[in-house]
């Protein structure tokens, strides 16, 4: 579904991606760890096409297709979903205005019909329960006013309104207690799929043990050094990033 | 001596117009005194008027609208009055629904009987060269609405002044509102034009009596090549409140100016204005917050979305006098650049002759923010739907201080209806 292939990136003209090649296959999760500032946001964000982050070699295939062709609101409209690390806040924009608004797009996109405001408030009911959210944290300007917890679950409310075939996790854990983790992680699982691929890059093993990855990646100062089954997301809780990132001692 | 503008006009259509001789003579006489209002004073240093004092214009030839191209203007089961040129349409307007309580007249009515609205009308008197317009225009009134609404009466419909302007000339609207004792009003204004070249001079005079609200909204979407000039003059007695929005999307060249004299104690006054931009537009909003006496509460919020090579102003001065302690005076002034090409100027101004009071500004100018829209495209909007989306979230701090549910939605579909022109892009 995923095959990134030797891929390098710049932000203001500074590499931060030295050639990474990662392929996820339909139905797979893989966590992607690593030290800070070692490129995983870059990772994400070049993924969903972000404005200033120039790809200067290397190639990314999705579905068959060249994602880095795609603008990004493209890209989302054809099934890739960012979970901000750190999620935007729109001040005036009514959250329900502005999910029905993307999730049409998204329906238009893949030749369903437009869902009209009783029918989406159906839907984001359905969802938002789902993560044990408020109605009315929906109701108000998106994300304005939250907590770092509620913005995270508002990450996942929105993903499962959505219904994304790459769902590409940017630190969706970090901030987030025990329960809350909990509820984002069943989240997380609901919308997991055979035909659908998820990315999780985190700093922690908590969130690994409730969606559990098929594939680790260590990436470090802009390259996957390292990859393997869950026992190495154990491996960095016990002993960090040392045997990785030898300075990281 | 030079021939101020008007002043053959002024002798040749004086015998016509509706009463108030003297007062007419007196106006002309301080608008003589100084003329137009150039761009070396600064209250109008970037409302360039040229073409309007360049070449006298003459009054709007009479003209008529048809209740199909009204329509879309209406608020629901209001008291509408509606003007064409500058002249009120009876036929359009329902001024006789209005409840006990409450008159609503024609200017043009009130003066040809011989009415006396001096003590009302001389209010407007400034000697100040920034004042010359407003004396032009006490000068060649032609009519307007005078609205009187008695101690203690609520009245429930909104009255609605709606100005239409079909051909090029001048249209010298005054509009006079009385509000009794604990009265409480809403009064609309909305004007609309075709593509000719004219003048909109119109003067607005509230006057609150002991707490009384008016809830004022104003609706300028001129046509592009239209001159527009707004002057309101706002007196409040105490305890009385004041809530205006004023949308502004017409005009080549727009203005808006409010005067408030906050001469009771705890009076408030809310002024808040949204521009739009577009074309070589300029939108200027000029404010004069005057607290005289103390416990006055003053709460300013202007904004502008620019495009093109549009430029909006906000000149927003606030006077506490020695007295006035206790003043809570605040502004706040954002601008959005939708091109580079656009502009926004904005000077908050602060005089302030008292100790205890509380004064608050804040201004600024930006473009859309890049990480919104970047967030925005990821959940799959394209980048035009998000910037307007963005906008309408900016202006909606507004639009909210809008009481009435009907005139916020005319002015958020007006609004629309501008973003969706725009490329956006
Ligand atoms: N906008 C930017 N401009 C310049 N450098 C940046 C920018 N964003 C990130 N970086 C740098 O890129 C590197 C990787 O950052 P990031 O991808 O956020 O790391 P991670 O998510 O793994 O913590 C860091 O050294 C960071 O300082
Ligand atoms: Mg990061």
């Known amino acids: ?249 | 001596m030079t021939v101020v503008p008007y002043a053959e006009q002024f002798e040749r259509l004086k015998p016509a117009l509706p009463g108030a001789t003297i007062l007419r003579e007196q106006a002309f006489a301080r608008y003589a005194a100084h003329g137009f209002p150039g761009v070396k004073r600064e209250a109008w240093r970037h409302t360039k008027l040229s073409p309007i004092s360049g070449v006298a214009l003459e009054p709007a030839a009479e003209s008529s609208v048809s209740p199909a191209d009204i329509a879309a203007h209406l608020i629901p089961d209001a008291l509408t009055l509606v003007f064409v040129n500058g002249r009120m349409d009876r036929a359009l307007s329902n001024i006789d629904q209005a409840p006990k309580g409450v008159t609503i007249e024609s200017l043009a009515d009130v003066l040809a009987r011989g009415d006396d609205l001096s003590p009302w009308l001389v209010q407007a008197a400034g000697d100040s060269p920034d004042d010359a317009l407003v004396s032009l225009n006490t000068a060649l009134m032609n009519d307007g609405a005078v609205i009187r609404v008695a101690d203690g009466v609520h009245v429930e419909a909104p009255i609605h002044l709606l100005f239409f302007a079909k051909r090029e000339g001048m249209n010298q609207v005054r509009n006079v509102i009385v509000a009794g004792k604990g009265a409480t009003v809403t009064v609309a204004e909305g004007y609309f034009g075709g593509k000719d070249a004219y003048w909109t001079n119109v003067v607005n005079q509230f006057f609150l009596a002991e707490g009384a609200s008016i809830e004022h909204a104003r609706q300028q979407n001129e046509g592009l090549a239209a001159y527009h000039i707004g002057s309101n003059r706002v007196r409040l007695a105490a305890d009385a409140r004041f809530n205006s929005v004023a949308v502004m999307l017409g005009g080549a060249v727009a203005r808006n100016e409010t005067q408030v004299l906050v001469a009771g104690e705890r009076a408030e006054c809310r002024l808040a204005g949204v521009s739009l931009g577009r074309g070589k537009q300029l939108q200027d909003s000029v404010t004069l917050l005057d607290h005289a006496v103390p416990n006055g509460i003053s709460d300013q919020v202007f904004k502008a979305v620019l495009d093109d090579q549009s430029h909006a102003v906000y000149q927003g001065k606030v006077i506490v006098r020695p007295n006035a302690q206790k003043t809570d005076a605040r502004q706040a002034n954002h601008n959005i650049l939708l091109a580079r090409s656009a502009e926004a100027s904005s000077k908050p101004e602060l005089e302030i002759f008292a100790d205890d009071v509380k004064c608050a500004h804040g201004a600024t100018v930006g473009e859309l923010d890049k990480n919104m829209l970047f967030y925005m495209q990821a959940r799959g909007l394209d980048p035009k739907t998000a910037r307007a989306l963005l906008v309408e979230g900016f202006v909606l701090e507004v639009l909210e201080r809008i009481a009435s549910p009907e005139i916020r939605d005319m002015f958020r579909t007006d609004i629309g209806g501008w973003l969706h022109g725009r490329a956006l892009s």
Do not use: C, W
């Open chain 1, 1 to 249: 579904m995923l095959e990134i292939k030797n891929l390098h990136a710049a932000v203001d003209g500074k590499e931060i991606l030295k050639g990474i090649d990662l392929t996820v296959k339909a139905g797979e999760v893989h966590a992607i760890m690593g030290p800070n500032g070692s490129g995983k946001s870059t990772l994400a964000y070049v993924l969903a096409g972000r404005a200033g982050y120039e790809v200067t070699e290397g190639s990314v295939s999705y579905d068959g297709k060249d994602l880095l062709a795609m603008s990004a609101d493209e890209r989302a409209r054809d099934g890739v979903f960012l979970g901000f690390q750190y999620p935007v806040e729109l001040p005036g924009v009514n959250g329900m205005t502005f999910l029905r608004t993307a999730a049409n797009a998204v329906r238009r996109h893949r030749g369903l019909p437009e869902l009209d405001g009783i029918d989406f408030l159906k839907l984001l009911r359905q969802k938002a329960s789902l993560l044990e959210m408020d109605d009315s944290l929906l109701k108000r300007a998106v994300n304005v006013g939250f907590s770092g917890g509620e913005k995270k679950r508002n990450e996942i409310a929105q993903m499962a309104v959505l219904d994304p075939h790459l769902m590409v996790l940017d630190e969706t854990d970090s901030g987030l207690d025990i329960d809350a983790l909990k509820i984002v992680s069943k989240g997380i699982n609901a919308l997991r799929g055979p035909d659908k691929a998820t990315v999780l890059v985190t700093h922690y093993q908590r969130l690994l043990s409730y969606v559990e990855p098929d594939v680790v990646h260590i990436l470090a100062r802009g390259r996957i050094v390292a990859s393997g089954g869950k026992e190495l997301a154990l491996e960095l809780e016990r002993d960090g990033y040392i045997n990785y990132v030898p300075e990281a001692a």
